[in-house]
């Protein structure tokens, strides 16, 4: 799963149109939005995460890759009110 942080993106319009670039990228792409959080997941059937983010970028937004952020969180010591839960 590919995800993306896309702060631009603020109706359903919005996701209609990011959907649409990413399908019209990878068809087989399955696209999960949600707009409360601003986080598009793409588990995409061919294309990369960079042509993904290159499609969300031609439909006029800023799209920020996740997985860096991801890792911090999961990371030993993190995530937890007292930083001992792993």
């Known amino acids: 799963m590919i995800a993306f942080e896309v702060k631009d993106m603020t109706c359903g319009h919005c996701v209609s149109t990011i959907t649409k670039a990413l399908k019209a990228t990878d068809k087989d792409a ?49 995530g937890s009110c007292c930083g001992h839960c792993k």
């Open 30 to 78: 399955k696209v999960q939005i949600d707009l409360a959080t601003h986080r598009v997941q793409v588990e995409p059937a061919s294309a990369d995460a960079e042509e993904l983010a290159e499609a969300i970028k031609d439909a006029g937004y800023t799209p920020v890759s996740v997985e860096a952020g991801l890792s911090e969180a999961a990371a030993p010591g993190r």
